[in-house]
């Protein structure tokens, strides 16, 4: 049974904008966090998932390993994590068009 170990997930707003995905990020802003316990990537894939979905917005999940080490596989599972994206392609072809 894997370790279980202290993470910190932070919500930052995020789109399609063609094959690009775009994070929105202003310094002293408001992002939605919630500290959680995992044992194993798999759990807390799960873990951070579930707090992504319970958001509802177009997101990007980033994740913070609290303890002194971070464990194998640990960044390959956290690097790209984006859900409930929007594309937002059309709209920004749209206002260069006008």
């Given amino acids: ?5 202290d993470y910190q997930i ?3 707003p995020a789109h399609r904008d063609g094959a690009f995905v775009v994070t929105q990020f202003q310094m002293l802003g408001s992002y939605p966090e919630k500290r959680i316990q995992a044992a194993g990537m798999d759990d807390l ?3 951070v998932t579930q707090f ?3 958001h509802g917005e177009s997101c ?3 994740v913070r390993c609290l303890a002194p080490r971070k464990p194998p ?9 984006y859900f409930n994206l929007v ?3 059309a709209e920004n072809r749209g206002d260069a068009a006008a």
């Fill in 52 to 54: 992504a979905m319970e």
């Fill in 87 to 89: 594309d937002r392609t």
């Fill in 60 to 62: 990007s999940a980033s």
């Fill in 10 to 12: 932070t919500l930052y």
């Fill in 45 to 47: 894939i799960d873990k």
């Fill in 1 to 5: 049974m894997a370790k279980t170990l």
């Fill in 73 to 81: 596989g640990f960044k390959r599972a956290t690097e790209n994590l």
